[in-house]
Structure formats: C-alpha cells, structure tokens
C-alpha cells in the first residue's frame, strides 16, 4: 500500500495491487485495520496515516524486487484505467477516446454506479495519473487523463482537471515516438 498515491484504498484496489481477490484483500485489509495500521472509513475504504504510508513505502521498496514492485504498480493502475474507462464508457458513450475499449473487464449495472464509483475514486484517479507521468510506465497518465477528461469537465472539478492535463501534457510532450 505504500507503493500507490491516492488517499485510500478499496479491497478492489488492494486486490489489483496484490494480485489478490478482493475477498483476500478484504480480509487482509481488516487484520491491518484491527492493528490499527490502517483506518477503516466504514464505506469500504481504507486509509493510511502519512508516516504509515512511509513506513509501507520503505518496506515495499527494501522487501520487494522491483520487478514485484513494477508488477503491482502495473496492475494498479491497468484497475484504474479499466475501470475509469468502463465507467466513463457508459456516462458518455458518444465521446472520442485514445484508448479502445477493453473486452470484458469491469462492467458497471447502472450509470448511476459508474457516476458513484467515479465521485468515490475521483482523488485515487487523480493521483495516480499525476503519479504516472513522474514514474513508469507514463503512458498511463495521458491514457487516464483520457478517460477522466469527459467526467471532470462535466463534474466542473477544475483543480482536479488542470492537475490531470498538466500531468498528461507534460508527459506527452516529453515522450519520444
């Protein structure tokens, strides 16, 4: 957990940054909850305190290779992607995107979900796609500053929005074809 930026994690995203279910990752997120390493927000996110965060992040980075690092990076943020398109795809199924869509993947039951899972996620999306354009793979950042471009204007989240451009611009811009 001390890999990822964002505010909070759900077992949805735990469990992409594992590799996990999201029933381990529930379960894994509660046993640190009752050690009071992480809060439990009781709508089904969980955050850290800073210097836990820290701490998480110096164990990642002194236990884990960074091939296992990278990995579960990749696997985060392709949860995003997935799932910011999905929700993005149903809200506003006429707009143009960089990105095909994916088959399968998440599906959301109603727009309303999707609008919920987008306002939940809304700073998780954010940070990781201001994330990526100052790690790897930055590709990332432009391709969810894509999918989150229709639903920040329309959610009129302008801070939100100018930090994902300028993100993305500059990591576009930098990127050799």
């Given amino acids: 957990l001390g890999l990822v930026p964002g505010p909070d994690v759900t077992a949805e995203s ?3 940054l594992t590799g996990s279910t999201p029933a381990v990752a529930t379960r894994l997120l509660d046993r640190l909850a009752d050690a009071s390493l992480l809060e439990a927000h009781g709508d089904g996110r969980y955050g850290l305190h800073d210097l836990i965060r820290l701490f998480a992040r110096e164990c990642a980075l002194a236990d884990e290779s960074e091939p296992e690092r990278l990995a579960a990076r990749a696997r985060w943020y392709g949860y995003y992607l997935q799932t910011a398109e999905a929700a ?9 995107r ?3 869509p994916p088959a399968g993947g998440p599906q959301f039951d109603s727009r309303t979900a999707a609008l919920i899972w987008l306002d939940s996620e809304q700073a998780n999306l954010v940070a990781a796609t201001i994330d990526a354009a100052e790690q790897q793979p930055v590709e990332l950042a432009w391709l969810l500053a894509d999918a989150l471009r229709s639903y920040l204007w329309r959610r009129m989240s302008i801070a939100n929005w100018k930090a994902v451009t300028t993100a993305s611009v500059a990591t576009a811009a930098s990127t050799k074809p």
């Fill in 88 to 96: 993005v795809r149903l809200l506003y199924p006429t707009r143009l």
């Fill in 14 to 16: 735990a469990a992409a």
């Fill in 98 to 100: 960089l990105l095909e």
